[in-house]
Structures are given as structure tokens and as C-alpha cells.
């Protein structure tokens, strides 16, 4: 179907601090094998980390791009130190790639240049929307928990300004940041003095309730979800309401097959069912959730009636 | 969900004979109090939304009977019941007399005791943390008011009860 | 010098005027509606009961600040917007928001109302506070809790509006604005429906070794021993494992209270215009017995006495308290 071909997959930005040479053979293998059509760069979570693998940044992007990618670069979700504010700034400043803002000092810092607006911006509403494309916005990726129904109007509403419009379908999902980070805090540590043990967690570090139910990942400042995420089965509806790009967030499994699969499906290769089981099969033991979407708690699973 | 009913009470021998003459006696001044409640305080019950049609059991531990509380607007029941014969109620508070009047008038701050031990709550918590919310807007003190509506004998009453409370619970009162 | 003002909080129109009447220089309050992050069972104002609440503070000198500080959701913007139009319509001193929308609205449709930008923003850094200042004309910025006392002062010199800080109450973890705890378990949003840990959703349950479990959906956010205080399940201070942590800990915060009355004079000092006492959801009791011993003691500061601080820090005894992260950066 036509339209499904017009949609895009993407790869967000790595949330985890994973190693450089860890990196660097993730992205050759996205370059060379992964049907995704953007991929977005750069530390998101902890400007501490951001020193490991900026130094491999031209290259991963030379790279990228020869492959036919579209690169763009993510800013901090969280500014507040001075060494976040200038490599916010510095990013703003930049003419290419294109830039994802993930942080109202980085919408400060680019005034009208034009920019995507990344999850952590809380565009939950045509308001909200209208503003940041007068503002130079292009593109928005909306924010996880939002419901089916509110997907739909805002959807209408960026493409109406003519804005692409993302949402998150695969990956743990960010549930909350914090200026204080526990991963150090598990290891009896601070921030300041955390010597990056966060390095050991490369899908986050698990937490379970006391009647040992896992429920939540911690990823240094970040909490995640247990459970990744899975919009598949509802990406005919999300494109149906003006969904334009679909992003994969990168987990510690096979990220080209999860890409793979979400493109077969899309076009219409395989069917929903055969392609989800695929997917389910595939993440094994990560719990598959899709409750934000229909409106429930995030961590269900929530059957729907597809009529491939 | 656990309803408290059905929780069994710890019952000494001839208990049930005081609890029932108890609840005959203290009747009337429950439905005095009630009716005075509605009639001075009619935002209450919007506060209580959904919650006006649910069946409270308050439960103060050192009396004879618990209460029974529908706050109904249409058909308001304040009642003394043995707590043998208590009713399924959709939420149940139990503590110390005195900390549940204090609660109910603000003296205390509920947050703390609600949720800790002093105050034990089981069944609906959204119907409880309404009921709280519906009191604690309520100008004045329910505690005065019920003993004014005694005269002197009734505040010489309530000043009792809590000289002996405040005497044997001075530990609550940092919670 | 600053002004230090006292914020204080209200969720009925009777804890307003005991709010008021303990010395308050404004007093913030919500509608019972999504519209603001207090957004609890039978809290919050009618508009009738706001509108009678503003003629009470205004009589008295004091003002009333309306919170519209969450996130409309897509669809639903009107009844933030329509929200404003009451508040606007009743006299309310300020607007507290957080979202752009509703901001750019207020901006346009009321320019007359004061913004403030509510910590549901989290604006933490120089540049962001001024995003807001310069696009929607925000006259105060309340900062979230994770800035130290020297940030707050180096801040203040590169914004153009006052700042407000807290100084009393829940210590927030997460960024605000930020945070999707309490939708991932129960399917209510913090953002959206100006929920955490609703109510609907908490269950103390009682098992056989006489320990106690408090529960949030179902989910076990913590355990009491026999002997242990229990309290109320709110996800970012629960007690969980993890691999190193295999005896249970509180992976994120325990459960304690901001209490920065200590550090009153040196938040004067580095600039800060008004102090913010959470609780909108606590008692009279608690808004009575707080503002009171705040009223006095920055009235002490401003005139040059000693402020008598042991009463301040008696406001939390037999509780946790904490000055979280404005005293030191090993918080983080």
C-alpha cells in the first residue's frame, strides 16, 4: 500500500552508555544492513558519558550517511550543568545534520533555524504543536505515554503545518529523569565519583519489587520500562492518523531483524501476527507492551483484532 | 480487595450484650449529629463525588461498636453497630477514638497517620482520601460542635477523653 | 533584598483561608479537574469556591496564584484554555503553567495575568527560564529541586525574572514534567491528568507474618516489617532489588521531607523572591502549622533577628528531612 511505503523507520539515539567499540559495530551494522531510513545520534541521558563517543561522531555519521542514511543529532534531555549548556549550545549552532532539541534551553539556543523536536519536549497537543513549527520546528516526535486518541489530533494537526510526526512503536520507554543518578546510587556512589558503572548495563539495570515482580530499569539518570515496548501490531492505525515516522529505540538485541521485521510488516511482506510473533520470539524474555497506546497502563499488553 | 468485615475481632465473653445496649444508647445522639453535619456543611458531600453512596466502617477500637457512615445526601446513616454484625462496607478506617476525631477536625495532620499503622486503612483508599478531604474543609471543629450540642456536660466530656489521650498517646502526636 | 514571599498551598477553600489567615503572601490552588498536577479525589476549587476564595485573600492582602501546570493532551486543550478564561475572569493574581500552548494562549488572551512557570517545566538552566521569559513574557520561574545554593545564585544573574524555590515538603526525584511512573502502573497520567499514585489505584495489604505491604496496581512499591512505619506507595520511593542489591533498597529516594529552613537566609541571600511550601494535598492542620512557623521566621530574617529554626525543623520530627540538593551536589 502506498502509504505505508511513505513511512519511515527510525533508530533513536542509544540511551545506554555502551562502549565505543560496542558503538562503533552497532553502527557499521546499521549502516550496512538496516532498513531504517534515519538515525538519530548523540548522548541524550548523561553529559558525562557524552567524552567516551563524540570523538567517533564524524565517522559514525560519514559512514551513516554514505549508507543513505539520514543523520540527525539529539541534544541532553537534561541541561543544567555548564558543560551541558555549551554542548547544547554547540549543537544548536550547528548547520548539518539536522538537530533533535530535547531540552528548552537547545529551542533558546536555535531560535528560528529549523529543528526537530525530540520525546522529551512534552509536545502532547496541537497547541503546543502550532507553536513550536512558528518557532522553526519541522519535525516532532511525540511523547510515549500519549493515547491512540490524542496520537490521532496531533498527528492531523503537525502534518496539517506540514511537520513529520514520530512515535516511539519500539524499546524500553523513558518513564522519568532525574538530576540524581541511580545507577551510582545502587553502587553506593555519586554522580561525581560514578566511574561510569552504568557501562555494565547495556539494556539498563534491572529492578524488581519485593515480591521480586521486575518492573522498571534504571539507566544512570533514567528510568525505563521493564517491558519494551511494541506498537507493531497498531502501526496500520498510527499511519492511518498522519504517523510519518516510526522510531526504534536501540536495545541490547538484535536491532537490524527488529528493523527488518518492522519494515516487512510495513510493507505488507508479512503479515501483523506472523510479523509480531517474529518480534516477541526475537526479544524473548523483555516483556512486550502497548498499554500507553490504548489509553491503559503502560506495562499491559493489550490484544488487538488485526485484520491481516 | 480486603473488606474488613470479614476480618474476625477478637471478642471477650458478654461482649456482644454490651456492644448491642451501646449502640441503643448512643442512636439518637448519632443521628443528631449527622443531620446537624448535613445541614451546616452541604459542600461536604460534593467533595465526597462518587463516594456518597459507599459504606464507611469507622472503627474506633477502644469503644463498644464501630460506626457505620453512608453519607447519602438522599438518605444520610450514621449508625452504631456491634462489629459482629458490622456490614461489607467499601472502606474501613480503624484507629484510636481520639485520633479519628482529631483527624476528622484537623488537629492532626492526617497524611502521616493515615497511612502508618496509628490509623489502619483497608477497602476503597480513593473513598477514604475523599471523606478526609470532605472534612477537612469543613470550618470549626466537628468535635466542639457535637459537644456543644450538649451543653457543658458535653464539653466537659470531650475535654476528658483527650486529657486521657493525649496522656497515653504522646508518641503519636510526632507522627 | 529580596521580598520573600511565602507561597503556600491550599486544596479546599477552608485550607485557603487557614493559609491566609497564618500569614501567607499568596496562596496557589487548582481546579478539580486535569488541569492542574494536584488533581486528587475530592480536592481542589469549584469556580465558585475560587471565586469566593480570591475576595477572601484579596480583602486581606494576600494573593492567589491559579496552578494550570499540566500537559493538555491533544484533543482536549479547551478545558485548559477555558480554565485560564475563569481564572482570568475571577482575578486571580497569577497563572502557573507549564505547557507552551497554554502559555502562548494566556500570553495572547490574558497578557493583563502575571505567568509564573510552574517546576512541571523544569526549566533548570539559564537559557531554558529564558525561553519562556522571552516568548511568553514569564515574570517568575519556579526552579526544580536538583540546583545547589551557588547555581541558584549564578542563575539569577543571567535570568530576567524572580525566582521561586522550595523550601518545604515532598522532595520530588524525578525532573518534573518528565515523569510517566504513575501512568506505566495504573494508566493515569501525572502529565496529562495531574495524577501520582492515585488513590483508586493503592492498597495496603496485610499478610500472614503480620508485615505489611503497601501496593500501587497491584505492583508491591514496598514492605513493612511488623515494628516499621508504613507509608503511602508512591513509586520513586519504593523499596526494590536489584543484581547488587538483592536485600531490597530505596533505589531512589527514601521516603523524606525537604526542609530547607536553615538555609532560609542564604536562599535571601543568593537572590531567591519567594519560597514555596508544597502540600496541596495535606491537611489544615499541616498549612496552619507550617505557614505560621515560616511567616515568623522570615519575618525574623527580613528585620534583622535570629529566626528561631527549631521550631522550622520541628515541623518534620519523627520524620526524614532532607535539604536534598540545594546543600550539595554529592545529592546527585
Given amino acids: ?308 | ?175 | 533584598m529580596s521580598l520573600a514571599e511565602l507561597i503556600c498551598p491550599a486544596g479546599t477553600p477552608a485550607a485557603l483561608r487557614t493559609a491566609v489567615d497564618a500569614g501567607a503572601d499568596a496562596v496557589y490552588c487548582g481546579f478539580q479537574d486535569a488541569t492542574n498536577a494536584r488533581n486528587f479525589p475530592g480536592l481542589n476549587f469549584t469556580p465558585d469556591e475560587l471565586a469566593a476564595s480570591v475576595a477572601y485573600a484579596h480583602e486581606r492582602g494576600t494573593k492567589v496564584l491559579l496552578a494550570l501546570n499540566t500537559y493538555p493532551p491533544a484533543g482536549k486543550v479547551d478545558l485548559w484554555y477555558q480554565a485560564a478564561d475563569i481564572g482570568a475572569r475571577t482575578g486571580v493574581d497569577a497563572f502557573i503553567v507549564a505547557d507552551m500552548g497554554v502559555a502562548d494562549y494566556i500570553a495572547r488572551v490574558h497578557p493583563q495575568v502575571r505567568l509564573h512557570l510552574s517546576v512541571q517545566a523544569a526549566a533548570s538552566s539559564p537559557e531554558a527560564i529564558r525561553y519562556y521569559c522571552e516568548n511568553f513574557g514569564v515574570k517568575r520561574v519556579v526552579l526544580p529541586r536538583i540546583l545547589t545554593i551557588p547555581e541558584i545564585r549564578q542563575i539569577r544573574t543571567e535570568i530576567p525574572c524572580e525566582i521561586e524555590t522550595f523550601i518545604f515538603g515532598n522532595h520530588g526525584l524525578m525532573v518534573e514534567g518528565r515523569c510517566s511512573l504513575t501512568n506505566f502502573l495504573t494508566g493515569q497520567s501525572t502529565n496529562m491528568d495531574g495524577v501520582c499514585s492515585p488513590a483508586s489505584d493503592v492498597e495496603y495489604v496485610r499478610d500472614a507474618d503480620g508485615s505489611m505491604s503497601s501496593q500501587l496496581a497491584g505492583f508491591t512499591i514496598d514492605r513493612f516489617g511488623p515494628e516499621e512505619k508504613a507509608g503511602y506507595p508512591t513509586i520513586c520511593k519504593g523499596r526494590y532489588t536489584a543484581p547488587h542489591r538483592p536485600e531490597g533498597y530505596y533505589a531512589f529516594e527514601e521516603p523524606v521531607s525537604l526542609n530547607l529552613s536553615r538555609l532560609l537566609p542564604e536562599l535571601i541571600d543568593a537572590g531567591v523572591h519567594a519560597f514555596k511550601i508544597e502540600g496541596r494535598q495535606r491537611s489544615k492542620s499541616y498549612v496552619r502549622g507550617v505557614v505560621r512557623a515560616f511567616r515568623a521566621a522570615v519575618d525574623d530574617i527580613r528585620a534583622g533577628r535570629q529566626a528561631n529554626m527549631a521550631d522550622l525543623v520541628a515541623l518534620t520530627e519523627g520524620q526524614k528531612q532532607t535539604q536534598g540538593a540545594f546543600e550539595t551536589k554529592k545529592w546527585r
Avoid at chain 1, 550496512?32 to 563517543?53: M, N, Q, T
Avoid at chain 1, 501490531?233 to 521485521?261: C, F, K, N, W, Y
Avoid at chain 2, 477514638?97 to 489502619?120: K, P
Fill in chain 2, 1 to 175: 480487595m480486603s473488606i474488613s468485615s470479614e476480618t474476625p475481632f477478637p471478642r471477650r465473653p458478654g461482649e456482644s450484650v454490651v456492644a448491642r445496649l451501646s449502640c441503643l444508647a448512643v442512636q439518637p445522639i448519632l443521628t443528631r449529629i449527622v443531620r446537624r453535619i448535613a445541614t451546616r456543611h452541604p459542600s461536604l458531600f460534593a467533595r465526597l463525588g462518587p463516594h456518597q453512596a459507599t459504606d464507611f466502617l469507622i472503627d474506633p477500637q477502644e469503644l463498644p461498636f464501630a460506626l457505620h457512615l453512608r453519607p447519602d445526601p438522599q438518605a444520610l446513616l450514621l449508625r452504631a453497630v456491634p462489629r459482629g454484625a458490622a456490614p461489607r462496607a467499601g472502606a474501613t478506617i480503624r484507629g484510636r477514638f481520639l485520633l479519628l476525631l482529631e483527624l476528622i477536625d484537623a488537629e492532626q495532620d492526617g497524611d502521616a497517620a493515615f497511612f502508618s499503622r496509628d490509623l489502619e486503612v483497608s477497602g476503597d483508599t480513593e473513598a477514604v482520601v475523599r471523606l478526609r478531604n470532605a472534612l477537612d474543609d469543613m470550618d470549626g471543629s466537628l468535635a466542639e460542635e457535637t459537644a456543644a450540642m450538649f451543653g457543658p456536660p458535653g464539653r466537659a466530656i470531650l475535654a476528658r477523653l483527650r486529657r486521657t489521650y493525649v496522656g497515653e498517646t504522646t508518641a503519636l502526636e510526632n507522627t
Fill in chain 1, 1 to 308: 500500500m502506498a502509504v505505508n511505503d511513505m513511512t519511515k523507520l527510525t533508530l533513536g539515539p542509544v540511551a545506554y552508555h555502551w562502549s565505543a567499540e560496542t558503538r562503533r559495530d552497532f553502527y557499521a551494522r546499521i549502516a550496512d544492513e538496516c532498513p531504517v531510513d534515519d538515525v538519530y545520534l548523540g548522548e541524550v541521558i548523561c553529559s558525562k558519558r557524552a567524552p567516551f563517543h563524540e570523538p567517533d561522531l564524524p565517522a559514525t555519521i560519514e559512514r551513516l550517511e554514505r549508507a543513505g542514511k539520514r543523520v540527525i543529532l539529539s541534544t541532553l534531555a537534561e541541561v543544567m550543568l555548564k558543560r551541558e549548556r555549551k554542548a547544547t549550545e554547540d549543537l544548536a549552532a550547528m548547520d548539518a545534520p539536522e538537530i533533535e532539541i530535547n531540552n528548552a534551553a537547545g529551542l533558546f539556543a536555535r531560535g528560528r533555524q529549523p529543528h526537530r523536536i525530540g520525546p522529551f519536549m512534552n509536545a502532547y497537543n496541537e497547541a503546543t504543536i502550532g507553536w513550536m513549527a512558528a518557532q522553526g520546528a519541522t519535525h516532532v516526535c511525540l511523547p510515549s505515554e500519549m493515547p491512540a486518541s490524542a496520537i490521532a489530533v496531533a498527528a492531523r494537526a503537525a502534518r496539517d503545518l506540514g511537520l513529520g510526526v514520530e512515535v516511539q512503536v519500539f524499546g524500553r520507554i523513558s518513564l522519568a529523569v532525574s538530576a540524581r543518578c541511580y545507577h551510582a546510587r545502587a553502587h553506593g556512589r555519586t554522580k561525581d565519583n560514578c566511574q561510569f558503572v552504568c557501562e555494565e548495563d547495556s539494556d539498563g539495570m534491572p529492578l524488581r519489587t519485593r515480591d521480586d515482580q521486575p518492573i522498571l530499569r534504571v539507566n544512570g539518570i533514567q528510568t525505563q520500562s521493564e517491558s519494551y515496548m511494541d506498537l507493531l501490531p497498531e502501526t496500520p492505525r498510527l499511519v492511518a492518523d498522519g504517523v510519518s515516522h516510526l522510531r526504534l529505540m536501540p536495545q541490547a538485541v538484535d536491532m537490524v531483524t527488529v528493523a527488518q521485521i518492522f519494515r516487512d510488516a510495513l510493507d505488507r511482506r508479512v503479515s501483523l501476527p506472523e510479523a509480531d510473533a517474529h518480534l516477541a520470539a526475537l526479544t524473548g524474555d523483555a516483556g512486550l507492551s502497548n498499554g500507553f497506546y490504548h489509553g491503559e497502563a503502560g506495562y499491559r499488553r493489550i490484544a488487538i483484532v488485526t485484520s491481516a
